[in-house]
């Protein structure tokens, strides 16, 4: 038992002591700033170029929840879009995701995620969530795995995964819901007491991302049932994840 006890103080806290004001490497792709006046004329080819549709011109927008984070749209724009390092871009607004020219983090921040206080009330200290992967490819389900690892720690905020529907508060949705997996998720949905919650997490559960469109995917789950906070990105970084809840909760 002492040995127990001399390893845990060898090995101390590893958990980021403040998730808040955490900076990440400025090679991430995170919220992106637009600058129309340093690319002249058809915006058409940066339209093109890109595999979600994520991008339109007149003016020039990227909507985050179809964007996959891939850059080809930084590269052939002459330096109109540029992906800054800013990772706080969970909303719980669909319309905030859509980003114009002249926005900055800042002013996105400001209105991103509103937090009601009844969900404070009732999920503030804990939250349980049932993730369900409707057809993904599992870069999102791993970034949610290592929201729960010792170098992140979300369990320390009170919010966990749990096993079963019946023991949550909410969905955390993955994937772009295959035909397969949409009864799945709605009889997941169905099991969880009300009041509850719907996150979408990644590009994929958002708009569809690169499967949108396809006549193997039913979104008709979220034609029925409102989503409360979406975390874009492919995959988003667990930081992302763990402040858009905290932020969501009334936390942050």
Not at 47 to 67: F, H, N, Q
Not at 84 to 99: F, N
Not at 115 to 122: A, P, T
Not at 182 to 207: F, H, N, T
């Amino acid at each position: 038992m002492l040995d127990l006890f001399r390893l845990r103080k060898h090995h101390g806290n590893q958990a980021i002591p403040d998730v808040v004001n955490s900076q990440l490497m400025e090679s991430h792709r995170g919220f992106p700033v637009i600058d129309e006046s340093k690319h002249p004329g058809s915006w058409q080819s940066v339209v093109d170029i890109c595999p979600t549709g994520a991008i339109t011109g007149e003016p020039l927008s990227i909507d985050l929840g179809k964007c996959i984070f891939c850059g080809e749209c930084e590269k052939s724009s002459a330096g109109a879009i540029k992906f800054t390092s800013s990772h706080k871009t969970g909303t719980s607004d669909r319309e905030r995701l859509i980003v114009g020219p002249g926005e900055s983090y800042d002013t996105f921040r400001e209105s991103a995620i509103e937090s009601r206080r009844e969900i404070h009330k009732l999920f503030g200290r804990s939250l349980k969530l049932r993730q369900v992967s409707a057809g993904g490819c599992n870069g999102c389900e791993m970034e949610l795995s290592a929201c729960s690892n010792v170098n992140f720690d979300m369990g320390r905020f009170g919010i966990d995964f749990v096993a079963s529907p019946r023991h949550a508060d909410g969905i955390v949705l993955t994937g772009p819901i295959t035909n397969n997996m949409a009864p799945a998720l709605m009889d997941a949905y169905r099991s969880i007491g009300e009041p509850k919650i719907v996150i979408a997490v990644g590009a994929c559960a958002i708009s569809g991302g690169v499967f949108s469109g396809s006549d193997r995917v039913n979104r008709n789950f979220l034609e029925e049932i409102k989503v409360d906070l979406y975390i874009p990105g492919c995959p988003p970084h667990p930081l992302t994840i763990i402040n858009a809840i905290l932020e969501f909760l009334g936390r942050a």
